[in-house]
């Protein structure tokens, strides 16, 4: 994945946690704890997954809480990292962002021609519920969308539920309801 998103866990640890306990996960990975990751270079999606496992292990806590807690704080990061007008552009309410999300992500090809951006279909049932399906190449990001959609909503002021079961339909697809205002 592009560094962007290594550069994301590295502030969530270091602002969330600690730089000691970022340390200690650079110590266990082999990598140097001044690590500078760039933005706009590929990295082995092993590494984001490897990141992961180590910060699962040091705050004791399931991979899935890892990236969850990681979606949410992604989407203040990236709102206070450059993003905010970006994303200002693609909605101003969670319904018209959902359903903006492929195009933001197809705009963010063009900085970076190697994105393997993920794909999301809408379905709107009313202005309160939303079925949200999310399709990948990655494997067990599931409840990394939790986290994001969970950020979104504090972002847009909108209270809200997501139920998923995390499990790929047959044309691979998770699904993710979400309720508005609840
Ligand atoms: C301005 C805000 C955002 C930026 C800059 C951004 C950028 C990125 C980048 C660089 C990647 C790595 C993909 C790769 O390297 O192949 C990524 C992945 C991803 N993004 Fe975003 N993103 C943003 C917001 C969101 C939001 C709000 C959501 C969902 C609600 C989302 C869902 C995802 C998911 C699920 C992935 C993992 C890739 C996968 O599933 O295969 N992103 N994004």
């Not at 969530?12 to 270079?41: G, M, P, Q």
């Not at 992604?74 to 993003?83: D, H, N, S």
């Amino acid at each position: 994945m592009y560094g962007l998103i290594n550069i994301g866990i590295k502030d969530f640890i270091i602002n969330r946690v600690s730089k000691k306990v970022w340390s200690e996960i650079c110590n266990d990975l082999e990598l140097d704890r001044d690590v500078v990751f760039e933005a706009l270079n590929v990295y082995d999606d092993k590494l984001t997954y490897d990141l992961v496992g180590v910060i699962s292990e040091k705050l004791s806590l399931e991979p899935a809480e890892v990236l969850e807690r990681f979606g949410i704080f992604w989407v203040q990061y990236t709102g206070a990292e450059g993003y905010g007008q970006l994303m200002d552009l693609f909605g101003k309410d969670m319904i018209t962002f959902l359903k903006n999300l492929n195009s933001m992500h197809a705009r963010m090809g063009s900085m970076m021609p190697n994105l393997k951006a993920p794909r999301f279909v809408v379905e709107e049932l009313s202005k309160n519920e939303v079925d949200l399906y999310y399709y990948s190449e990655r494997e067990g990001l599931g409840p990394m969308v939790k986290g994001l959609l969970i950020g979104l909503s504090n972002r847009f002021g909108q209270e809200i539920e997501v139920h998923s079961h995390f499990n790929r339909h047959e044309d691979g697809g998770i699904k993710f309801k979400i309720l508005i205002g609840v």
